[in-house]
Nanobody, 114 residues
Framework: QVQLVESGGGLVQPGGSLRLSCAAPRIIFRIATMAWYRQAPGKQRELVAAITTGGNTNYADSVKGRFTISRDNAKNTVYLQMNSLKPEDTAVYYC????????WGQGTQVTVSS
């Protein structure tokens, strides 16, 4: 069963930045709309951003203008650049297909706190 591995999380102060990465098997990556999700304590998992194979993107309203999703098709990797981080961005971040069809991995913890 395919499971993606996320990396790049950590502890950052409000206003700081982090860059998350996620590599996927090429056979999946080359045809898939990829996405980043997050789940905060006590809340449901939510879609943060998605990117098609052609590079079209969409974002949750809460992160528009602060987060940027991108993909490197040569490296089969999707990224999430997170700027101007807020305490409410604290969550475990996951990557998956936009449909959420793959098994969920461990995610990477992002904590925004002073």
């Amino acid at each position: 069963q395919v499971q993606l591995v996320e990396s790049g999380g950590g502890l950052v102060q409000p206003g700081g930045s982090l860059r998350l990465s996620c590599a996927a098997p090429r056979i999946i990556f080359r045809i898939a709309t990829m996405a980043w999700y997050r789940q905060a304590p006590g809340k449901q998992r939510e879609l943060v951003a998605a990117i098609t194979t052609g590079g079209n993107t969409n974002y949750a309203d809460s992160v528009k203008g602060r987060f940027t999703i991108s993909r490197d098709n040569a490296k089969n990797t999707v990224y999430l650049q997170m700027n101007s981080l807020k305490p409410e961005d604290t969550a475990v971040y996951y990557c998956n297909l936009a449909s959420g069809a793959l098994a969920w991995g461990q995610g990477t913890q992002v904590t925004v706190s002073s």
